[in-house]
């Protein structure tokens, strides 16, 4: 798949890592080969020392011509006819030392070099990781504000935690067998084909087999992995909306219900995940079960032709089963690497959908400088929601003059909040543009354009942050100066200065330490601080009690001043004051004036006004 690719073009962010890397691997492979192959010494010095010793290997050069293994014999007769005088000089025990002591310093050696594969690996794995994390991050910063209100929160939570260590784990993981276990198995097969191509050809034979059965099960696995991420994203969702509606499951006694629901689903993600892991589990045995069947194939073969004297010595075919059985755990290792990569590729293509969800708020390749001094004009504007059936807006004709407060009016579900969103370009219309003094603004930056709004909305959500972090959000400049200015403009001052560190007291999840109101008046503090010509006032006094409506309502008369203000609003202290009040109903306008205007018309306004839908 193509993110595999991708995910390869981040390992060679880190070349000279993995050029590290693949060297110690190699040196490794050397090592770890010398160190198998010390045994046919070992052998020798017990078995043939002595005159004895000297005669079998001036016999096994003799034999050497007629070998069918001309090179492997030729460089074992030599190894031999060395260790042999140098056991006839300095006697049996000796020589073992010496042997003993070389195993000892290979054996430093080859762990020394381990780690520093291990070592090299690390910034690999970890650099890998921390890159794709901010990938799909983000990623999901620049999605619109469409793909949020389609994908459930707690699904994407899963992506980003579940899925991404998955991959990190199944797949950048697996690095180090990737790189390490080909190299030691090329090595080992090379060797064992210079000792005895016949029996190499002859165990290579039964290779298919143990693949075969092995890509099997790797295929069902990775089906079976992504339906259980999907199982996952679900039973994260249930948590999360139960956390988040924890008061009203509380307030109508369902706790039962919930229980029930959230029991059933854990139930098919626990049945899912053991078929999952039942198929995983079955890779190594199989795998090994398969490769001592072909250790106990050439052992009988290979031990046939020692016995029979054709060309294979003893303490040589020894050393040809050791090297062969180091292979098994380098192709172990690699067939289990093939099985968590098959896992990690559904959680990478869970990934994949939000790196490759596209964004319907598209970029302009040379935007226009952002101003307004004039006006902004809704022309002809119709909006329907992706997957939506009924238009939210059609056909809006609305002029918005520099220095006028407009007043958005409707029932529910009439196309205030998504005019609001539109002006913001949180979506682009499906119909007609919206343009600030003449220029459409799709041919603005949306950084540009979004600088010259400022939006209060009805959640008044604030950060984990600091009351200066929430108010400068995260200005990586902030001015301590301005955070206070626009706090005493928005009425928060006061009670911010009351805080136990003040404007460095920490306001907690979502802002849950401060009061509604609190909240509310950091909320307009923040949409004040880059001091915007234009502020959207979405509901914003609606979920507060009568004091604290009072406070942050003489907090926005302060700054509607001098600034063109949308207001969305169900409060007639609010609305009454605007230039012009915009009744909308199903999407389109039906009555336009200001409060006095539109009571005399005695239409939809005066109502609403009437039968108090309004508080006064």
Excluded at 156 to 182: C, H, Q, W, Y
Excluded at 219 to 233: P, T
Excluded at 366 to 379: S, Y
Aim: aromatic share 8%; with cysteine.
């Amino acid at each position: 798949m193509k993110r595999f690719s991708d995910l390869f073009g981040l390992v060679l962010n880190y070349r000279w890592n993995l050029a590290a890397n693949v060297l110690f691997n190699v040196l490794n492979a050397f090592l770890s080969l010398f160190t198998f192959l010390a045994i046919v010494p070992f052998l020798r010095i017990l078995f043939r020392h002595g005159e004895a010793a000297t005669a079998t290997a001036s016999n096994a050069a003799a034999s050497t011509g007629g070998a069918s293994n001309g090179a492997a014999s030729a460089v074992f007769a030599q190894v031999s006819t060395a260790l042999d005088g140098f056991i006839a000089e300095e006697g049996a025990l000796s020589a073992l030392l010496s042997l003993c002591i070389g195993i000892v310093v290979l054996a430093f050696l080859k762990n020394l070099v381990t780690y520093l594969a291990y070592y090299s690996l690390a910034t690999i794995r970890t650099g890998v990781a921390r890159d794709l994390r901010a990938q799909v991050f983000n990623c999901m910063l620049i999605l619109p504000l469409g793909y949020f209100t389609e994908a459930r929160k707690g699904d994407l939570i899963s992506r980003m935690t579940n899925d991404l260590m998955e991959v990190e784990f199944s797949v950048i993981g697996t690095l180090e067998v990737l790189f390490k276990a080909p190299i030691m198995i090329v090595l080992s097969l090379a060797t064992l084909l210079l000792i005895s191509w016949e029996l190499t050809l002859f165990a290579l034979v039964f290779m298919p087999l143990s693949g075969l059965l092995i890509s099997r099960i790797a295929a069902s696995l990775k089906n079976a992995a992504g339906r259980g991420k999907v199982r996952l994203g679900e039973l994260i969702s249930r948590i999360e909306e139960t956390l988040t509606g924890m008061p009203i499951v509380k307030s109508f006694s369902a706790e039962e219900r919930f229980r029930g629901r959230f029991a059933s689903e854990n139930e098919g993600y626990f049945q899912l995940m053991r078929k999952l892991y039942k198929r995983e589990y079955l890779s190594s045995p199989v795998s090994e079960f398969v490769s001592l069947g072909i250790i106990a194939v050439l052992l009988f073969v290979g031990g046939k032709l020692v016995l029979a004297g054709e060309g294979l010595e003893g303490e040589l075919f020894i050393g040809y089963l050791v090297v062969f059985s180091q292979i098994i755990p380098p192709a172990k290792s690699l067939s289990d690497a093939i099985f968590k990569i098959q896992k990690g590729a559904a959680s990478l293509e869970r990934l994949e959908e939000v790196m490759q969800a596209k964004s319907t708020v598209v970029e302009p390749s040379e935007p226009t400088t952002a101003r307004f001094d004039e006006q902004i004009h809704f022309r002809d504007v119709a909006m329907t929601y992706p997957g939506g059936e009924q238009a939210a807006l059609n056909g809006i004709d609305l002029k918005i003059n520099k220095g006028e407060t407009v007043a958005l009016v409707g029932a529910s579900g009439s196309g205030k909040t998504t005019a609001a969103r539109l002006l913001a370009r949180l979506y682009d219309p499906s119909e007609g543009v919206i343009t600030w003094d003449g220029v459409d603004a799709r041919c603005f930056a949306t950084s540009d354009l979004r600088s010259m709004m400022g939006t209060v909305t009805q959640d008044s959500l604030l950060f984990n942050a600091t009351v200066a972090e929430n108010i400068a959000l995260f200005d990586p400049s902030p001015d301590p100066a301005r955070i206070e200015e626009v706090a005493r403009i928005a009425n928060a001052h006061d009670f911010v200065e009351q805080l136990p560190q003040g404007y460095h007291t920490l306001v907690g999840d979502g802002g849950g330490r401060l009061s509604g109101g609190q909240r509310q008046r950091l909320s307009i503090a923040r949409a004040l601080y880059h001091d915007p010509p234009v502020l959207v006032l979405d509901e914003a006094t609606s979920a507060l009690d009568a004091e604290g409506e009072k406070l942050v309502q003489a907090a926005i008369e302060r700054v509607m001043e001098h600034r063109t203000v949308l207001v969305i609003d169900h409060r007639l202290s609010t609305i009454r004051r605007a230039d012009r009040i915009v009744v909308l109903e199903q999407g389109r306008i039906i009555e336009v004036g200001d409060h006095q205007q539109l009571v005399s018309k005695k239409g939809a306004y005066a109502t609403m006004v009437a039968m108090q839908a309004f508080d006064s």
